[in-house]
């Protein structure tokens, strides 16, 4: 859309398309005053009449359709995209959800504000998916780096076009960094110590990033080592850094900037902390909603005060002036994109596009020959998910929905639907009944839907019910219920507020002595109606998983891994008189299946799939697609305990398919096929290796072929092993094909702490290609060559105390507010290994310390104590000091440092 324009203006230099855009933005900037400068540095941009210049903001969402603004195409969830494994695929769908937002940014108004829809698309998000109890979990991609990065490369190709200056859409990053846990997100801190860091969290950005694909990032609501995201070094240190001379637009997350005081108590005051944000690379704030004049307010007060200048403003400035004019905001008649128009919303070829995408994304689990189905059974299908889709938060609103009913109805004519849910009367002690039909949720979430008209009863501000929801898609969830029993019947207790329905039918009470006692009566028996349909078919198809907005969900993670009680018990009593029992889990998230996989013939996952989930699992069940879905994150068995949430160290905690050391129920990458496939000629040479991929079977197929690699008696811990690259490969009956993957160095590389970089060591590496992490088909041997690293030089050169090679009890802190890791004991005291440090010629040891309480720093070689030094207090954790003492050392030897007390440690020296 131009800019409204007077006619002067068009003769100003930064209206001139024939000058380079850094001279536009350089006029149009110096065009603009000081007050129109700072209003710039909020996600609602007033318009600039005087100069022609239309309103601008920041974001709209767009992860996997455009949301929030009405009805568009909607793909399957992120996590279902990256399941598909394919690249092209995803670009294609990044593409068409930039095709749609060009329209809705024409030719639509915005649901809130005026002006344009941005532009600006929040998306792709590219935070990996180590723990699957994550509640946003269905936005990323994937558990691995390498996988992450293809795909959100992908994303952001499909996005921005390939027009060489103008953008079609500006992809923007989310969210950086370490951001994998949702209780208390604004006030936990990720501990990442350097190798997670840089081989693991940073891993997923930088090669996204480095290769110009991405028009901004936002920054996470958590802190990261004790620094808030938002004023984070790694924001100038790692993200502009790899983005080089091209500019990288930088947004805060919603009410981020007001929570690093508010919150996080990280600044005493709003302008302090703005300021700081601003300086650490934040180039606008979405803060307040469209209320401006608060963020804008502490920010010139920031520069009244002297903690920001007008450099600062000017820096931030220019690179949303420059993100607009790629955007064509100034160029309307040379985009080659303006022509967009609104017909290309929920347009035919978008939605065959939604169709394949949900249909590749589908992964068959087990498999012991019921499926595909053959000839035309007659099918039952049972669950909570059988008939209905789900929207998520991010989801655009479906122009249709097809479920696993419909689209099998659609293919083999009348099909039985059943879901299974119980109808139960709530009749109190003062006379009032309530009959709903009950959903388990997981969790002891329920909820309740009125059985005349299906919609799901809801709290109201009143604290009364009112069965007025067709959809449960709002940000305060009041949908969901708790039934608990007691002795003569249960209470009514709403999840969200947690308050009990009282005598009066309203939900004011705060404790179960004041709540009133509800008589429980079956009424319908859901499991018997779903036995009975299972009776009467030749085959059960059960559609479990998990409502997107319940029991897992932004603000919120999951307990465990277990499908919902009620689900799981639906499921058995199906089974027991229907052996011949599919599973369709549609969920957002792993879920731990081991009674299925033990006693069940098929299992089938999808992720809430979009308009076309139904079709795509009909099309998979039946045989007419075939299963070309794997997984991208590990589903982990029930049994297996999982390390704590905020663990975010993978090495020592043991997360992923790279460090988790116990078998897992379904592995990263896993997913079967109708036919078969042979490896065979496992050929590695210099930078590269090939692989013949053979289909085996009687019908064609579609194989992910996965190339790991494993560092064999590495001097650090290495992973298991460690996707390297991978390629779909779709073959006929008979049909070979040979495969070919690069090699180069840092496919063999980690990150030295010693040397603080990324470095290859020689040594022996092996070779694994198969079908998924836990299934290689073949593998081979690599010597690599070079100088055999020496010890660790420590003697007369600054060790940073986070540069260690193994722990106990520590947790990573900030050094300063700007600045700098440390180290800090979680209970009064913690170890520190640095192995084979070289201690030769060392006679004393000094240490950056700070000291909160007293306490004392010991290093020892092996077990001998080396020197003692007492820590004095400091007045707090950022008032550092240097501790020394003399000692005494040779040789080589795993140095161990020990701090005690409420200290922290910076850094340390060896002098000789």
């Known amino acids: 859309m131009r800019s409204p324009s007077l006619s002067a203006a068009d003769t100003v230099p930064f209206r001139d398309p024939a000058l380079p855009m850094r001279k536009r933005v350089d006029d149009l900037l110096g065009r603009l005053t000081l007050d129109e400068r700072i209003a710039m540095l909020h996600q609602y941009v007033p318009a600039v009449p005087r100069l022609g210049i239309a309103s601008f903001r920041t974001g709209t969402e767009a992860l ?42 024409r030719h639509r108004p915005p649901v809130i504000g005026s002006g344009a829809n941005s532009l600006q698309a929040w998306a792709p998000v590219v935070n990996l998916l180590r723990d699957p109890r994550w509640g946003r979990n269905e936005e990323g991609y994937s558990e691995d780096p390498v996988h992450t990065a293809r795909l959100g490369a992908a994303f952001c190709k499909g996005l921005g076009g390939d027009h060489p200056a103008f953008l079609r859409a500006a992809p923007v990053l989310k969210h950086f960094l370490a951001y994998n846990n949702e209780d208390d997100r604004c006030v936990t801190s990720s501990g990442v110590r350097p190798r997670v860091l840089q081989e693991y969290d940073l891993a997923a950005f930088r090669p996204i990033v480095t290769a110009g694909l991405a028009a901004g990032a936002m920054a996470a609501y958590n802190l990261v080592n004790g620094h808030p995201c938002h004023v984070s070094p790694l924001i100038e240190r790692e993200l502009r850094h790899w983005a080089g001379d091209r500019e990288l637009f930088v ?30 690379g934040i180039d606008s704030f979405t803060d307040h909603g469209e209320d401006s004049a608060t963020p804008v307010g502490r920010l010139r007060e920031a520069l009244e005060r002297g903690l920001i200048g007008e450099e600062d403003i000017d820096r931030a400035v220019r690179r949303q002036l420059s993100l607009r004019f790629r955007l064509g905001e100034f160029d309307a008649d040379l985009d080659p994109y303006a022509g967009i128009g609104p017909e290309v919303i929920d347009c035919a070829d978008h939605r065959a596009l939604a169709l394949r995408a949900a249909t590749e994304s589908v992964v068959l689990l087990k498999n012991d020959g019921l499926l595909p189905l053959a000839g035309a059974p007659r099918v039952a ?16 609103t479906m122009p249709y929905q097809v479920t696993v009913a419909a689209g099998l109805n659609e293919a083999l004519g009348e099909v039985v639907r059943v879901d299974g849910a119980d109808r139960i009367a709530l009749r109190s002690r003062s006379g009032g009944e309530l009959v709903v039909d009950v959903t388990d949720w997981g969790a002891g979430m329920l909820t309740l839907r009125d059985p005349a008209t299906c919609r799901y009863y809801s709290l109201q501000e009143d604290g009364s019910l009112g069965a007025d929801r067709e959809m449960i898609k709002t940000w305060f969830v009041n949908e969901t219920f708790h039934l608990e029993p007691v002795p003569g019947g249960v209470l009514l207790r709403n999840v969200r507020t947690g308050r009990y329905a009282a005598a009066d039918g309203r939900f004011t009470a705060e404790t179960a002595a004041d709540a009133e006692r509800w008589e429980r009566e079956l009424l319908h028996d859901g499991t018997a109606e779903a036995r009975a349909a299972a009776e009467g078919a030749d085959v059960a198809v059960v559609v479990l998983g998990n409502h997107p907005l319940i029991n897992g969900r932004e603000t919120e993670d999951r307990r465990d891994l277990v499908l919902p009680a009620g689900q799981e018990a639906l499921l058995r009593a199906v089974a027991e008189v229907r052996p011949e029992t599919a599973l369709v889990v549609m969920s957002s998230y792993p879920y731990a ?11 089938v996952w999808t992720s809430h799939g979009g308009q076309e989930t139904g079709r795509a699992v009909a099309s998979v069940l039946l045989g007419a697609a075939e299963p070309g879905g794997r997984l991208p994150q590990t589903w982990y068995r029930g049994a297996d305990e999982l390390p704590h949430p905020l663990d975010y160290d993978i090495i020592k905690a043991g997360w992923t398919y790279q460090y988790h050391r116990a078998a897992p129920l379904y592995p990263f990458g896993h997913g079967l096929s109708y036919t078969e496939f042979a490896y065979s000629d496992l050929r590695p040479a210099p930078e590269s290796v090939s692989v013949t991929l053979t289909n085996t079977g009687t019908r064609p197929g579609t194989e992910v072929v996965q190339l ?11 992973p298991l092993l460690r996707l390297a690259d991978f390629s779909k490969v779709t073959l006929a009956p008979g049909e070979s094909r040979e495969l070919s993957f690069r090699l180069p160095a840092e496919h063999f590389a980690h990150w030295d702490v010693a040397g603080s970089a990324f470095t290859v060591d020689p040594g022996d590496y092996e070779l694994l290609v198969g079908r998924s992490a836990g299934d290689i088909a073949l593998t081979a041997p690599v010597a690599v060559g ?30 300063s507010r700007t600045t700098g890791d440390a180290v800090a004991p979680c209970d009064q005291s913690a170890t520190l290994i640095f192995r084979s440090a070289d201690l030769s010629g060392a006679v004393r040891v000094e240490a950056e310390v700070a000291g909160v309480g007293s306490g004392r720093l010991e290093f020892l070689a092996g077990d001998r104590l080396l020197a003692e030094l007492p820590v004095p207090v400091t007045g707090s954790g950022y008032a550092w000091t240097t501790v020394e003492g003399d000692l005494s050392a040779e040789g080589v030897h795993d140095l161990r440092v020990t701090l005690h007390g409420d200290i922290r440690l910076a850094a340390f ?3 000789s």
């Open 251 to 280: 947004v805060s997350d919603a009410e981020a900037p007001s929570n690093l005081v508010e919150l996080e108590h990280y600044f005493d005051d709003h302008a302090e902390s703005h300021a700081a944000a601003l300086k650490a």
């Open 381 to 396: 299908v049972i669950g909570p998910l059988a008939d209905t889709l789900f929207e998520d938060w991010y989801s655009g």
């Open 64 to 105: 996997h359709g455009v949301a929030w603004l009405g009805v568009a195409t909607v793909f399957p969830q992120a996590v279902g995209l990256g399941a598909t494994w394919d690249e092209d695929l995803v670009r294609l769908v990044a593409e068409a959800i930039s095709v749609e937002l060009r329209a809705f940014h």
């Open 593 to 603: 299946l081991d009674w299925a996989d033990e006693h069940l013939p098929a299992v």
């Open 786 to 815: 070079g100088p055999v690293p020496g010890p660790r030089i420590v003697v007369d050169r600054t060790t940073s105390a986070v540069d260690f090679d193994d722990y106990t009890g520590i947790t990573l802190v900030d050094a």
């Open 909 to 911: 020296r060896f002098g």
């Open 708 to 718: 790991y690699i494993r560092a064999l008696n590495a001097r650090y811990e290495a």
